[in-house]
């Protein structure tokens, strides 16, 4: 079955050596994404002290963000918000930012509503709150 990496241009440079997504047959394999700014380091929607630590952060700003980089990445693939077929949460502080992530999310998902898991970490590799893990059904495009 052939293998295809895909880099999509309107979606922030992968902190690590991994492409944006891996399309495998008909399933699109979408590496962690997160809320940072193409084109820059910029996380929306966060204030960092001078050590680099998270002195506040506004959850609701990160996940539009990130909403924006994952729907970047499934155009650049060919896929489209609608194929998204199971998606993982990673976020720092589930007591904190799941009530206004899972508003956001009933608003971005009104119509397909994929599989979710929902987890609560202690870090991400950047300073950030939220990452998304995504699969997307491409079928033969």
Same mark, same amino acid.
């Given at each position: #079955? ?13 902190? +690590?050596? *991994? ?5 495998? $047959? %008909?399933?699109? @394999?979408? !590496? $962690? ?6 084109? %820059?380091?910029?996380?929306? +929607?966060?204030?960092?002290? =001078?050590?680099? %630590?998270?002195? &506040? ?8 963000? /990130? @909403?924006? &980089?994952?729907? %970047?990445?499934?155009?650049? !693939? +060919? ?13 720092? !502080? #589930?007591?904190?930012?799941?009530? /206004? @992530? &899972?508003?956001?999310?009933?608003? *971005? @998902? ?6 979710? =898991? =929902?987890?609560?970490? &202690?870090?991400?590799? =950047? ?15």
């Amino acid at each position: #079955m052939p293998v295809e990496n895909i880099h999509a241009g309107g979606a922030p440079d992968p902190v +690590g050596a *991994y492409p944006h997504a891996k399309r495998v $047959g %008909s399933l699109l @394999f979408l !590496s $962690g994404v997160g809320p940072r700014k193409k084109g %820059s380091k910029e996380i929306p +929607g966060v204030t960092l002290g =001078t050590d680099g %630590s998270i002195l &506040n952060y506004d959850i609701e700003v990160q996940c539009h963000s /990130v @909403f924006q &980089n994952v729907r %970047s990445i499934l155009e650049a !693939s +060919g896929a489209r918000w609608e194929d998204l077929v199971d998606v993982t949460v990673y976020l720092t !502080s #589930m007591k904190n930012d799941f009530p /206004v @992530f &899972n508003k956001l999310w009933s608003e *971005y @998902f009104k119509e397909n509503q994929p599989c979710r =898991t =929902t987890l609560e970490i &202690n870090a991400l590799p =950047t300073p950030i709150a939220i990452e998304l893990k995504c699969i997307a059904w491409v079928g033969d495009r």
